[in-house]
């Protein structure tokens, strides 16, 4: 159907200065831009939409989601198109649902729950192994945005080597790049890693660059966690630097930030290192959410090789006299490498989610209020809730820096990405409002960004780290992924308190040419697909 957007301001994703147009739309692409004062009448026919007032920007990626079940689960995936998201990136932090056997299959569903949740009805079917296969299920099933995959690598070694803390073999390794070398032949875009969990933590230097030869290869990139976010975060960000410039792999820098106390302050050192990288040659880009707090699971919190083996050896561990001292000792004095390095801060890990009901009335609490209530100390608040929860229990960790925040979000090569869970009786609010806190708060109150910064950093950048030639700009004969919001009113409406709030301000967003949101209501239609 041929649809007019008329008079919108466009701010096109390039930075440049925004324009007042018409859009026509047609066949999924932008078929014809009229801009305000060109010869000729005005477009019209078909659907025509009365744009005065609102923003046309390219739909905003989300590179760093968590939407792997909830793509399926939640078709209308309102928490996202509201936020005028037309794009995510899913695989990430090393962890998600394939390549995978049946053996690794049910173990990332337990370790998994915490983030994703864990579907079980009898309507949900587990029916992917590959990559392939799993970007088949999401085309066949329908989505409400568009998605691209990242191979995630504790997955994949998980597959073929379990949850061991222990280097691969070389036989294994072999199996490992043979693996990924096949996903990605099968539409995955790069690799994740998540080097603070298990059991992709448990890879060495050598074993990754091995890893990102490949995605290199196959002109992907490689995001990942690195290994702390608080002491030795610089050392961490130094070793996947080191990692891509080897293998000649791009980069990008999951949620790239310096947290806990220790980082207070100290972003520009982060971003000199990027600067060095991009200078030497690094294909770099990185990413954050608008917000202080992050958000993991509680059993994350745990040291190395508390967790070996999987989540079955894990419980095991913490009713374990000997190994439960020796869990304290690395959370409350040594660091633990789960915590970054960080000794633990109770008051800092709030409870944001738990799987179990019974034990709801622990949400919102920290750890050090929930020892309180129960009249214990913090560390056994923590044990028995992990055990008690079935390793399910989901977090906030009060780390961030507001200066911090604001220094990597103004970099030439920052993205956006929520880093959003989706499930929890109290998540946290970035999943619903990341994209219009960076237009409303850092943008039009803030001042921060420039609106034609904010919406390039949102759209064109990520694009062209994902290698799409025909998306991310608001562009004749590119596809018609697009948002419009008003300047003066968008904003995020979740908050801590109440995280699943719609935002304001996003009237309409397309996908693919389609209409998923019109005027704020979302539509029945699903028009998204596997980016490969």
């Given at each position: 159907?041929?649809?007019?957007?008329?008079?919108?301001?466009v701010v096109?994703g390039?930075?440049?200065?925004?324009?007042?147009?018409?859009?026509?739309?047609?066949?999924?692409?932008i078929?014809?831009?009229?801009?305000?004062g060109?010869?000729?009448?005005?477009?019209?026919?078909?659907?025509?939409?009365?744009?005065?007032?609102?923003?046309?920007?390219p739909?905003?990626?989300?590179?760093?989601?968590?939407?792997?079940?909830?793509?399926?689960?939640?078709?209308?995936?309102?928490?996202?198109?509201a936020?005028?998201?037309?794009?995510?990136?899913?695989?990430?932090?090393?962890?998600?649902?394939?390549?995978?056997?049946?053996t690794?299959?049910a173990?990332?569903?337990?370790?998994?729950?915490?983030?994703?949740?864990?579907?079980?009805?009898?309507?949900?079917?587990?029916?992917?192994?590959s990559?392939?296969?799993?970007?088949?299920?999401?085309d066949?099933?329908?989505?409400?945005?568009?998605?691209?995959?990242?191979v995630?690598?504790?997955?994949?070694?998980?597959?073929?080597?379990?949850?061991?803390d222990?280097?691969?073999?070389?036989?294994?390794?072999?199996?490992m790049?043979?693996?990924?070398?096949?996903?990605l032949?099968?539409?995955?875009?790069?690799?994740?890693?998540?080097l603070?969990?298990?059991?992709?933590?448990?890879?060495?230097?050598?074993?990754?660059?091995?890893?990102?030869?490949?995605?290199?290869?196959?002109?992907?990139?490689?995001c990942?966690?690195?290994?702390?976010?608080?002491?030795?975060?610089?050392?961490?960000?130094?070793?996947?630097?080191?990692?891509?410039?080897?293998?000649?792999?791009?980069?990008?820098?999951?949620?790239?930030?310096?947290?806990?106390?220790?980082?207070?302050?100290?972003?520009?050192?982060?971003?000199?290192?990027?600067?060095?990288?991009?200078?030497?040659?690094?294909?770099?880009?990185?990413?954050?959410?608008?917000?202080?707090?992050?958000?993991?699971?509680?059993?994350?919190?745990?040291?190395g090789?508390?967790?070996?083996?999987?989540?079955?050896?894990?419980?095991?561990?913490l009713?374990?006299?000997?190994?439960?001292?020796?869990?304290?000792?690395?959370l409350?004095?040594?660091?633990?490498?789960?915590?970054?390095?960080?000794?633990?801060?109770?008051?800092?890990?709030?409870?944001?989610?738990?799987?179990?009901?019974?034990?709801?009335?622990?949400?919102?609490?920290?750890?050090?209020?929930?020892?309180?209530?129960?009249?214990?100390?913090?560390?056994?608040?923590?044990?028995?809730?992990?055990?008690?929860?079935?390793?399910?229990?989901?977090?906030?960790?009060?780390?961030?820096?507001?200066?911090?925040?604001?220094?990597?979000m103004?970099?030439?090569?920052?993205c956006?990405?929520?880093?959003?869970?989706?499930?929890?009786?109290?998540?946290?609010?970035?999943?619903?409002?990341t994209?219009?806190?960076?237009?409303?708060?850092?943008?039009?109150?803030?001042g921060?960004?420039?609106?034609?910064?904010?919406v390039?950093?949102?759209?064109?950048?990520?694009?062209?780290?994902?290698?799409?030639?025909?998306?991310?700009?608001?562009?004749?004969?590119?596809?018609?992924?697009?948002?419009?919001?008003?300047?003066e009113?968008?904003?995020?409406?979740a908050?801590?308190?109440?995280?699943?709030?719609?935002?304001?301000?996003?009237?309409?967003?397309?996908?693919?040419?389609?209409?998923?949101?019109?005027?704020?209501?979302?539509?029945?239609?699903?028009?998204?697909?596997?980016?490969?």
């Open positions: 159907m041929r649809t007019v957007l008329r008079g919108a301001l096109d390039s930075g440049g200065a925004p324009y007042r147009a018409d859009a026509v739309l047609g066949g999924g692409r078929v014809t831009l009229h801009r305000e060109d010869p000729g009448p005005r477009p019209g026919g078909g659907w025509v939409l009365d744009a005065d007032g609102l923003v046309l920007a739909g905003f990626v989300d590179m760093h989601a968590h939407s792997d079940l909830a793509l399926l689960t939640d078709p209308a995936h309102e928490a996202k198109v936020q005028g998201v037309t794009l995510e990136v899913l695989g990430q932090d090393g962890l998600s649902y394939a390549p995978v056997d049946d690794t299959s173990g990332l569903r337990r370790q998994l729950a915490g983030w994703n949740g864990d579907p079980s009805d009898a309507d949900f079917d587990w029916n992917w192994r990559v392939g296969d799993y970007l088949a299920r999401l066949a099933q329908g989505i409400a945005v568009n998605a691209a995959y990242l995630p690598q504790g997955t994949l070694r998980a597959l073929v080597m379990g949850w061991e222990r280097p691969a073999t070389a036989a294994e390794l072999d199996r790049r043979q693996v990924l070398a096949q996903s032949a099968e539409g995955a875009v790069g690799m994740s890693s998540g603070t969990y298990t059991p992709g933590m448990y890879a060495d230097t050598a074993e990754l660059t091995a890893l990102c030869e490949v995605v290199a290869a196959h002109g992907g990139y490689w990942p966690h690195h290994r702390s976010y608080g002491a030795g975060a610089l050392e961490a960000y130094a070793e996947v630097v080191g990692i891509a410039r080897t293998a000649g792999c791009a980069l990008h820098l999951a949620h790239a930030t310096m947290n806990f106390e220790v980082n207070r302050g100290r972003a520009g050192e982060l971003l000199a290192l990027v600067d060095t990288a991009l200078a030497d040659g690094v294909d770099l880009t990185l990413d954050t959410y608008p917000y202080l707090p992050g958000s993991t699971t509680l059993a994350a919190l745990l040291p090789w508390a967790a070996a083996g999987g989540p079955a050896e894990t419980l095991r561990r009713a374990d006299p000997a190994a439960r001292a020796r869990i304290r000792a690395d409350e004095v040594h660091g633990s490498d789960g915590c970054h390095g960080v000794v633990a801060d109770w008051d800092t890990v709030q409870i944001s989610g738990v799987r179990e009901p019974a034990l709801r009335p622990a949400v919102g609490l920290t750890v050090r209020r929930l020892a309180r209530r129960d009249g214990v100390e913090p560390f056994e608040a923590f044990t028995r809730l992990l055990v008690e929860d079935g390793l399910g229990t989901t977090i906030l960790q009060h780390v961030g820096h507001e200066e911090n925040v604001r220094a990597v103004r970099h030439d090569v920052h956006g990405g929520s880093d959003g869970l989706l499930v929890g009786d109290r998540p946290h609010p970035r999943a619903w409002g994209f219009p806190r960076y237009l409303g708060t850092y943008v039009r109150e803030l921060v960004l420039s609106l034609p910064e904010a390039r950093h949102l759209s064109a950048t990520p694009a062209r780290r994902l290698g799409l030639r025909d998306r991310g700009q608001v562009r004749e004969g590119w596809v018609a992924d697009l948002v419009l919001f008003d300047p009113t968008v904003a995020e409406e908050s801590f308190a109440q995280p699943r709030r719609l935002p304001r301000g996003i009237p309409h967003v397309f996908v693919n040419g389609v209409a998923v949101m019109d005027d704020g209501r979302r539509t029945t239609a699903l028009p998204g697909r596997a980016i490969t």
